[in-house]
């Protein structure tokens, strides 16, 4: 007997059939003698409609009561999915995060998880009852409801089953695992079997939308063994997170996938004084708004001047633009600042870059021979990711599986 935390993403609860569905497949699982926790999205769509509900009554929500309503998305699929897994003979109960206990920091709309009460569960798994708990909600230590950012249920089943000591999280998805690439862009894209937790979690810091990044950085942190698999087909084993230890060997490619991030956006602080202290002047004000900086370059000229640019999310450009206009501006006495949201993110991502030289100028001879310019680079150890103009993403993305033999062999 195992105990395996389940998480299906709203596609797999997108309508009545597919919560049936989706009970059958519990169903299945249970009758082998497993413990389940299900975990489960708002419908397709859902959170969506909930958000651009609220923008239509303010246009820039306050995050508390957005939390409040994203958060019934949830609160309909676990009732649901509840309901559907009793229709087969199964005992189950839902449970939202606050009924769960999933405490979490008070950082509306983006709350982390500060603590899991797993007796409830616990205690109602060993009386036979399937749990199923609603994704991407929490409660901060005052009662107020908490979400977990976009994409938050896959740290919920994460963060579940690390608490509850699981031996498996399975995330359910439309697609049936990790692929090299997004299959839309590339069709040639082929799926992996397995990908070091490392390189997920850098795909996914890049822009890939398969697993939500905190999820990621939990099952790394817990040593949650996690699988990703299709919501739609009951065979195939999906991709397994695996740890660099385990088992993998000298054969595995160089890179492993190509990830892409169309919601980043470039800020220019151009021809600033280059004394001690500009950094912490630019960045300082942006980090106490709450505005996350991905990427950073600063280089300096001949004339002591310096140029300094970031990236951060597209929504949140205007906001540090002004930010440094009105605030920065007037001490740092730069000649001008400039956003860009026209560009887009291209990273590829290996282990094996570790142990291989020239991965990097075989990329950037890769982007020169189609003309396409690179305006920012950064590294890591199993990472090269460049801004590019947004025009050239596809272009860029499909040169690099290509250059870097990511086909289906
Ligand atoms: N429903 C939330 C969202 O759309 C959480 C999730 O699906 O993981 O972001
Ligand atoms: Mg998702």
Redesign the pocket.
């Known amino acids: 007997m195992a105990l395996i935390v389940q998480k299906y ?2 596609t797999s609860v997108a309508n009545p059939e597919r919560i049936r569905n989706l009970a059958r497949r519990v169903a299945r699982f249970k009758a082998m003698g497993h413990q389940i926790v299900v975990v489960v ?2 419908m ?1 769509g ?3 409609r909930l958000i651009a509900l609220a923008k239509e009554i303010m246009p820039e929500p306050d995050p508390r009561e957005l939390d409040v309503m ?1 958060s019934t ?2 609160q309909v699929t676990i009732g649901m999915t509840a309901l559907a897994l009793m229709e087969l003979g199964i005992k189950a109960k839902s449970y939202t995060g606050a009924q769960v206990k999933i405490l979490t920091d008070d950082a509306f709309t983006k709350a982390r998880i500060l603590n899991i009460d797993e007796h409830n569960l616990k205690a109602d798994l060993d009386a036979g009852y399937v749990c199923v708990v609603a ?2 909600q929490g409660m901060d230590a005052n009662g107020n409801i908490t ?10 089943g994460v963060a579940l089953a690390a608490a509850l000591n699981a031996d498996e999280c399975q995330i359910y998805t439309d697609v049936d695992g990790v692929y090299t690439t997004d299959p839309r862009v590339v069709p040639e894209a082929r799926r992996l079997d397995k990908i070091t937790f490392e390189e997920m979690l850098e795909l996914a810091s890049q822009g890939s939308k398969v697993l ?1 990044i905190r999820s990621v950085e939990f099952a790394g942190k817990y040593k949650v063994k996690l699988r990703v698999l299709s919501s739609f087909e009951d065979e195939g084993d999906g991709t397994l997170i695996t740890f660099e230890d385990e088992g993998n060997n000298m054969e595995d490619p160089i890179i492993s996938g190509i990830a892409f991030n169309r919601d980043e956006a470039k800020i220019t602080v151009l021809g600033v004084p280059d004394t001690p202290g500009i950094a912490y002047q630019i960045l300082g004000p942006i980090a106490e708004a709450n505005v996350d900086v991905d990427m950073i370059i600063q280089n300096t000229g001949a004339d002591g001047t310096t140029d300094f640019t970031f990236t951060v999310h597209k929504n949140e450009m205007n906001k540090a633009l002004s930010i440094l206009r009105d605030k920065v501006q007037s001490n740092i006495k730069a000649r001008e600042i400039v956003g860009d949201d026209k560009v887009v993110k291209v990273a590829i991502v290996g282990v094996g870059m570790k142990s291989h030289v020239g991965v990097a100028s075989q990329m950037f001879r890769t982007l020169a021979e189609e003309g396409i310019n690179i305006q920012m680079i950064s590294t890591s150890e199993i990472k090269i990711a460049v801004v590019i103009d947004e025009k050239y993403m596809e272009l860029a993305v499909r040169v690099l599986h290509k250059a870097f033999e990511l086909e289906a062999a």
């Open positions: 993403g709203g999205s708002a397709s859902e959170t969506n994203v998305g949830e994704g991407f979400t977990l950012g976009r994409g938050g249920s896959d740290t919920t939500q």
